[in-house]
């Protein structure tokens, strides 16, 4: 009872949030960012708590953690919400009909967001600023693992409101446990889109479950094809960056694809990941080019379950070729249409990964590292759609319209 009554709170409040105009949201997400740097520390102590219950080796701990570093990220992304233009009233497509009827296709909030995420509290931040941004009210579920982090970011985001007199409601954070879950997915009614940021297991249930729509939004098992024309040093670099820049992310290298023409080279494609104890799972052919060259207990031979596993860990497959197109046949097999890249010269081969690789984002010659919705251009993101409908990569504020006809007239009607 006490989760449904939010939700019509949510409700309620997210009516009159539309109303809200856009020098003012703006002034509140300014307001936000100076509000989060000064409560860093309260922020920190909260996020203390969280760590302290997670083993420092989780994978997810990375993602838990937050420093002051990393917080005054978090504000200077809001600050530039701020600068975006609002999507919100765009002319979408307007005609004037022989009856004398102007019809427009405008740009609306979709209403209620519902979030769910794991041990990433910087995405309470994010949401809500896109969300206010875009005229949304939002009800967060984050994991029990951040919920100190959660609650503490909360309440610096509900004094900024009280501050503006806006109604606090328009953000809700539910309480940990999977009851909660479970009424946020069949909250019919007061939610109209579930947005899932996690692992794979998460979005499968939530996909499986809601009885409301879905974008599928984080599992990454990405890619990068080292192809036979590709420029050794400039590959080496990307496939450095993309894999351990920051392994518990979901844009993090997961499999290097190499063509057999390049095994000779692949020692030294892989000796910065050896200093950084990066586990390689190899095929037969990659663990005999690099056996004697990369540290004995760091290399493994690959299995069926090394390829298609998004590790958010120190680790990597390897996966030999002999052409492009067998690598585009190993790629549409395990990936998950995040982030796919090829390091070649060839422009032939270039047009062709981009032309038959089915990911949201397909990249030439850059690390997969920069899937993000501020590296974009987008400011802050929501997530990284891997499905087609509606939204595709990283979704920022113009994914999180819908959109109305306006219909204008002078007493027409239909005969």
């Given at each position: ?355 038959l690789v089915d990911a949201s984002s397909v990249y030439s010659n850059a690390s997969t590292a920069f899937t993000d919705g501020a590296q974009f251009g987008l400011g802050a993101e929501i997530g990284i759609s891997t499905q087609k409908l509606h939204a595709r990569g990283p979704m920022a504020l113009e994914e999180l319209t819908s959109y109305k006809w306006i219909i204008e007239g002078d007493g027409q009607t239909r005969p």
């Amino acid at each position: 009872m006490y989760i449904k009554e939010t939700f019509q709170k949510v409700l309620n409040a997210s009516r009159k949030l539309n109303l809200l105009e856009e020098g003012k949201i703006n002034e509140v997400l300014r307001a936000l960012a100076d509000a989060a740097e000064a409560g860093t520390e309260k922020i920190l102590v909260a996020n203390q708590k969280d760590l302290d219950r997670m083993d420092p080796k989780d994978p997810k701990y990375d993602r838990l953690k937050l420093t002051p570093e990393r917080i005054n990220g978090i504000a200077a992304d809001i600050r530039n919400v701020a600068t975006l233009p609002s999507p919100l009233g765009r002319i979408l497509m307007e005609t004037n009909r022989p009856n004398g009827l102007k019809i427009s296709k405008v740009s609306v909030p979709f209403g209620v967001i519902g979030i769910i995420y794991e041990s990433r509290p910087n995405v309470t931040f994010d949401v809500f600023s896109l969300c206010l941004k875009s005229g949304n009210a939002c009800v967060l579920k984050g994991g029990s693992d951040a919920i100190d982090s959660n609650t503490a970011i909360v309440e610096i985001i509900h004094s900024v409101l009280e501050k503006f007199e806006i109604n606090t409601d328009i953000l809700a954070l539910l309480p940990a446990g999977r009851e909660a879950t479970a009424e946020l997915l069949n909250a019919q009614g007061f939610v109209d889109l579930i947005i899932p940021r996690g692992s794979q297991g998460l979005i499968n249930y939530v996909r499986e479950n809601a009885t409301i729509p879905v974008i599928e939004t984080g599992a990454g098992i990405c890619h990068t094809y080292f192809d036979e024309f590709g420029d050794l040093e400039k590959g080496r670099a990307i496939v450095t960056n993309a894999k351990i820049r920051r392994v518990s992310v979901c844009n993090a290298l997961d499999c290097l694809v190499i063509h057999s023409s390049r095994l000779p080279e692949l020692s030294y494609i892989t000796e910065e990941l050896a200093k950084s104890n990066v586990v390689i799972y190899a095929d037969e052919r990659a663990k005999a080019a690099i056996k004697g060259n990369y540290p004995v207990d760091l290399l493994q031979s690959a299995t069926d379950e090394s390829f298609g596993t998004e590790f958010l860990d120190y680790k990597m497959a390897i996966k030999t070729v002999d052409s492009l197109d067998e690598a585009l046949d190993h790629i549409a097999e395990y990936s998950s249409k995040h982030s796919e890249a090829i390091i070649s010269k060839n422009p032939e081969n270039i047009t062709r990964f981009r032309k038959l690789v089915d990911a949201s984002s397909v990249y030439s010659n850059a690390s997969t590292a920069f899937t993000d919705g501020a590296q974009f251009g987008l400011g802050a993101e929501i997530g990284i759609s891997t499905q087609k409908l509606h939204a595709r990569g990283p979704m920022a504020l113009e994914e999180l319209t819908s959109y109305k006809w306006i219909i204008e007239g002078d007493g027409q009607t239909r005969p």
